[in-house]
């Protein structure tokens, strides 16, 4: 696609259930990431994916987060057993492999846990 | 450590009005720099970046000079337009292929 597509836009659950937001990144693009902007917060990295080769989770915040790409192309990150602590705006971006650090990004996923 | 500080606070001017936000980072090195800018309801985008000390990445009238001495890139305009409302972060490389983001600056112009 023209962009990076996140859904969705905005999600609010219950806690203790638990939510998948999915990431479609741009067609070619091998590299994928996942953010998480807190209120007051900087942007936290998450989860990287970079083509075939092993993720790179060392950001996960709690063994509730994992992530998945299937097929070297959509994303899902998976939170269980929601905490109100999780709310946040959780941010996808993608890139070439040639250009790392020139991420374009999703417009985000609002996840409310009540 | 590798990370990036920007002053704390929303920032809120009138139009045409000039604009510094602040960005100092901590490297070994000489890291790139960048500024991303989030509009409202959008997805955060490249604004602009510095490969090396003493490069000046420009863009939309914005820019931001690479300074080892002070380690800074701090970003400025001259003349802000309420479309300029927005939070702009400033970020640099860390890890494999990671970015380190500030906490960001929410700018509000006034007509």
């Known amino acids: 696609g023209a962009g990076v597509s996140q859904s969705p836009s905005n999600k609010v659950t219950e806690k203790g259930k638990d939510v998948e937001l999915r990431c479609d990144p741009i067609s070619g693009h091998t590299a994928l990431y996942w953010y998480r902007q807190s209120l007051g917060q900087g942007l936290e990295f998450l989860i990287y994916f970079q083509g075939n080769s092993a993720p790179d989770k060392s950001g996960l915040p709690s063994d509730r987060f994992s992530a998945e790409r299937t097929g070297g192309s959509v994303s899902t990150l998976t939170i269980q057993r929601t905490q109100q602590e999780d709310s946040a705006v959780y941010l996808c971006?993608?890139?070439?492999?040639?250009?790392?650090?020139?991420?374009?990004f999703g417009s985000g996923t609002r996840l409310t846990v009540v | 450590g590798n990370s990036v500080t920007q002053m704390e606070g929303p920032v809120t001017l009138s139009e045409e009005a000039f604009l510094t936000i602040n960005c100092t980072y901590t490297a070994t090195g000489y890291p790139s720099l960048f500024w991303y800018v989030q509009y409202p309801g959008e997805g955060l985008q490249l604004l602009l970046k510095a490969t090396k000390a003493d490069d000046k990445g420009s863009n939309k009238g914005f820019e931001a000079t690479y300074r080892k001495e002070t380690t800074s890139f701090h970003l400025e305009k001259g003349s802000v337009q309420v479309s300029d409302s927005a939070v702009y972060f400033c970020a640099r490389p860390y890890g494999n292929n990671r970015l380190a983001f500030g906490k960001g600056n929410q700018v509000v112009v006034i007509p």
């Open positions: 971006a993608s890139s070439l492999a040639t250009e790392g650090r020139r991420y374009t």
